[in-house]
């Protein structure tokens, strides 16, 4: 009895061992989206922040551009497309939205969440980036406190750059 | 007076000219070198945009506004599935005859941003509305495309996207589905303010003819109510009681 028992531990052992030597590779191979980089130093917000909220800060933008005309370019779309979709080369056709090279839907691809900001924004760079160099705050101060954003984040965000 | 003396003197002078010529008073400047509100604040009912058009001086063979707006908003060339009846006209060149006399007419027709606007009454969404400056605008983010403002507006000044549209202009995010019009050349307005040019007016002008005035209606003292106040002015369909900002003169 004893050594079966022995035996059916040693068989466990193995068995986890056999599993993990499957799992844990898989785990290192799990596919993350690449995202091209944009231009510039850094964004208009810090990363993390973008990450989790960029399209909080787009939908303020889009409503308060479109109805009280406020046209700051921190969080304008146009100004994303600006940094983060590269110009056509000469004779080559721009990278589209859609496409897993576009900034915007290498993410969203990824993600399984579609967008309709591009059925009538244009999808790439329509002009200038914006001039961040890396040492300021902010580049214009914003209009208003976003409803959305909670204030904790944006003192974090805030003590961070201190 | 030694040679030293008289460069100091001179750069003092010089400077006191700067200074004067530049400010009146502490913050009044006689060089206006930002114009318009400022970037982050919102629009009011302070301001009223309009414009008046002189059909006298709108030539019957020049279309300069229409292809002006067409390169400014991006619109005119990319629907190439659409039927002609079915292409965008933000802005159109309309001939007109008297019965009666034989006079002849010729004016733009487009948005004529009504203060009460029938497009924003019947819109089932919000997503035509009236800006408190008085610009009418459809929030294509909103917009389902029922098309009901574009019965209800009695100018027809609105056209629907019937298809899949790339590369829009900057300045006019416009896709299929939804309903759009003149917007007054409103990213201009929120830059440059009383100063702003509608890209129609602007080309109007390098053609010579300067029938558009484009100014707030509000503000007594702009280009704009002097000239409504000294020549007059009528709107179309005045009996609607819309009050539209556009006004027309010689007709």
Same mark, same amino acid.
Request: with cysteine.
């Given at each position: 009895? #004893? ?33 091209? #980089?944009? #231009? ?46 590269? #110009? ?75 | ?8 003197? +001179? ?16 913050? !009044?400047?006689? !060089? ?40 400014? /908003? ?55 509305? +009236? ?28 056209? %629907?996207?019937?298809? !899949?549209?790339?590369?829009?202009? !900057? /300045? ?15 990213? +201009? ?22 029938? %558009? ?39």
């Amino acid at each position: 009895m #004893k050594s079966l028992y022995y035996n059916n531990k040693r068989i466990a052992t193995l068995l986890v061992a056999v599993l993990l030597s499957f799992a844990l590779p898989a785990m290192a191979d799990t596919p993350v989206p690449v995202v091209p #980089k944009g #231009k510039g130093v850094k964004c208009v917000e810090p990363t993390d922040v973008m990450r989790k909220r960029h399209f909080e800060f787009i939908l303020h933008q889009r409503d308060a551009t479109m109805h009280e005309g406020i046209r700051t370019p921190q969080h304008s779309l146009a100004q994303c497309l600006n940094c983060h979709v590269p #110009k056509a080369e000469a004779g080559q056709e721009r990278v589209r939205y859609g496409s897993d090279e576009h900034f915007c839907s290498s993410c969203h691809n990824y993600a399984g969440v579609t967008i309709d900001c591009f059925e009538c924004h244009n999808d790439g760079p329509t002009g200038q980036p914006l001039e961040l160099t890396g040492a300021e705050g902010r580049p214009t101060p914003l209009a208003q406190p976003l409803d959305l954003v909670d204030e904790a984040v944006r003192v974090a965000t805030r003590e961070e750059e201190e | 007076m030694s040679k030293d003396v008289n460069a100091t003197r +001179r750069k003092f002078l010089g400077q006191a000219a700067a200074l004067t010529g530049l400010s009146v008073a502490p913050g !009044v400047f006689l !060089v206006d070198l930002a114009h318009g509100k400022p970037a982050d604040e919102p629009v009011s009912a302070k301001n009223r945009w309009g414009m008046l058009i002189d059909t006298n001086k709108c030539a019957k063979d020049c279309n300069a506004c229409v292809t002006a707006c067409q390169q400014e /908003n991006g619109w005119g060339s990319n629907e190439v599935n659409s039927r002609p009846d079915q292409q965008a006209q933000w802005i159109r060149k309309v001939n007109l005859k008297h019965k009666a006399t034989g006079a002849t007419y010729s004016l733009p027709m487009l948005c004529q941003h009504c203060e009460t606007p029938p497009c924003a009454d019947v819109c089932p969404t919000g997503a035509s509305f +009236r800006r408190a400056d008085g610009i009418v605008l459809v929030d294509k983010h909103i917009c389902i495309g029922c098309r009901y403002c574009m019965m209800a507006c009695p100018y027809k000044a609105r056209s %629907f996207i019937h298809e !899949v549209l790339q590369d829009q202009s !900057v /300045n006019a995010p416009r896709g299929k589905g939804t309903v759009e019009s003149c917007t007054l050349c409103v990213h +201009r307005v929120d830059r440059d303010g009383e100063n702003a040019v509608p890209a129609c007016a602007e080309a109007c002008n390098e053609e010579g003819h300067a029938a %558009f005035v484009f100014g707030d209606l509000n503000d007594p003292d702009s280009r704009l109510s002097q000239t409504l106040k000294k020549f007059g002015s009528r709107q179309i369909r005045a009996d609607l009681g819309l009050n539209p900002g556009i006004h027309y003169k010689g007709i």
